[in-house]
């Protein structure tokens, strides 16, 4: 069964335009509906959480028109991290949970994230069986059945409270100093609540969301602005999370980033020293850079790649009962804490290395040299396949060969959006920028 409107991070779109209309979202939801009803029972429920994209109130209610009209009952967190929204989903016993966020994208764009009832996003399989109830008949709900909807208003207080239980022991963050960049996203209540509540004295950037600010300069994509404030202030550390805190950048005292790769270095590093690191690896995407494969094998560790995607990291990690996995983009899994990506829980386990090694962040974000790597994104129309063309078959072929034993090469279309990512590693600056040039060249000729 294939999937046309889920990508690899749920259906995303620009609001407003398919997918991402109401009309659709009503139909997701009772498609979503039937499906997790498909037993017959009353009683189902389904909690919602979003980001702060004014384009999320729209969503949110013709994603509950949907639900209850097949009956099931839906619980309204209102904005709350995407991790939230998981553990919520498991702790509220629900049969299923959805997170409304185009994560780390424009306020312009939304998305709709499904969760099973154990937390974790829901498998490919299933998301194709909700994709193919789209094209039939939703059997409605007889109408004293009806679903009920009523909103949570302790949903991120419940998350806090968690949080605060992954941070080691009853230790504190006195005198710690932290700028916290919530990208004007899900976590600009959650997160600061959270690290004034350890002891932290807290430096709030991207706090001030208004339905469009969301990723404007400020997050784990745009870190120049946390940088100059970690410095601005004299902070100890900057956490900068995206959208929907899913993903997080660690940046030191100087305001230098460390990355998806370095974080997970050290938590690797960290706990397999504890006897903590399930399995003997670290479970990342095709992405995640050489040097990150280099300094695991020296340690004795092994790295496991997966396709791009949290989602493959997850399933990899449950497969192999492996309990550390992530992104280079900064989506750090640990399953022991979450089921998906959580930005302000990666951030409290790099305090937690900080106050138990007594040791700035700069000695902590550089866990080892990366390789160069270039990464070129080119955007393309609405039917078109750049990559079935012969002349940018034969760019790859070429920069595949003058690769070979030099380096690596990854092209894939994106899964949010009509993007084809170009991305290539090489300790010859040369080579790289040739390899990546003439793939990108040719593919901008094609489109």
């Known amino acids: 069964m294939t999937r046309r409107l889920f990508g690899t991070d749920g259906v995303r779109g620009t609001a407003n335009s398919w997918p991402m209309t109401a009309e659709m979202a009503l139909k997701l939801g009772a ?10 029972r009353n009683g189902h429920r389904v909690v919602i959480g979003k980001d702060t994209r004014l384009s999320g109130y729209m969503l949110e209610n013709a994603l509950t028109a949907g639900l209850t009209s097949t009956g099931m009952n839906v619980l309204l967190l209102g904005p709350v991290p995407t991790p939230a929204v998981g553990f919520l989903t498991r702790s509220m016993r629900a049969d299923l949970g959805i997170m409304i966020s185009a994560s780390h994208n424009p306020a312009d764009d939304n998305g709709i994230k499904f969760f099973g009832p154990d937390g974790f996003k829901l498998s490919d399989e299933a998301e194709a069986e909700i994709e193919a109830l789209l094209g039939t ?57 959270v690290l004034w509540e350890l002891g932290c004295e807290v430096i709030p950037v991207g706090t001030t969301p208004n339905g469009f600010n969301i990723n404007d300069n400020c997050g784990s994509t745009h870190t120049d602005t946390a940088a100059a404030a970690v410095v601005a202030h004299g902070a100890d550390l900057g956490i900068s999370l995206d959208g929907d805190a899913d993903r997080v950048m660690i940046l030191d005292e ?18 397999a020293a504890e006897g903590r690191l399930k399995g003997g690896a670290l479970v990342a995407t095709v ?10 094998t020296g340690k004795g560790l092994r790295l496991e790649r997966t ?9 990899r990690m449950r497969e192999g009962g492996f309990n550390l996995g992530g992104e280079q983009s900064g989506h750090i899994v640990m399953t022991d804490y979450a089921t998906t990506g959580d930005g302000l829980i990666a951030g409290l386990q790099f305090l937690a290395a900080m106050s138990e090694s007594a040791e700035p962040a700069s000695a902590l974000v550089q866990q080892f040299e990366t390789v160069p790597q ?13 990559l079935k063309v012969a002349a940018v078959q034969a760019a790859i072929a070429q920069a595949e060969a003058d690769l070979r034993g030099n380096g690596r090469l990854l ?7 009509p993007l084809i990512r170009v991305m290539a590693e090489s300790e010859d600056a040369q080579v790289l920028e040739t390899a990546v040039g003439s793939i990108v060249a040719a593919v901008e000729a094609a489109v």
Do not use: H
């Open 31 to 40: 498609a979503a509906g039937r499906y997790f009803r498909r037993d017959g």
């Open 254 to 271: 100087t305001g230098r980033v460390a990355d998806g790769d370095q974080i997970m270095a050290l938590f690797a590093a960290r706990w």
């Open 287 to 296: 992405m995640s850079n050489l040097g990150l494969e280099r300094f695991l």
């Open 374 to 386: 270039m990464l070129k994104n080119v955007r393309y129309g609405e039917g078109q396949e750049p």
């Open 137 to 193: 008949e939703i059997r409605l709900a007889q109408p004293q059945n009806i679903g009920r909807a009523k909103r949570i208003d302790d949903g991120r207080g419940r998350y806090v409270e968690y949080a605060k239980t992954t941070f080691p022991g009853k230790g504190r963050l006195s005198g710690l100093k932290v700028v916290l960049d919530c990208a004007n996203g899900a976590a600009y209540k959650a997160a600061p609540e």
């Open 411 to 417: 092209i894939r279309k994106s899964g949010t959006e």
């Open 307 to 315: 396709a791009v995607g949290d989602r493959y990291v997850v399933e």
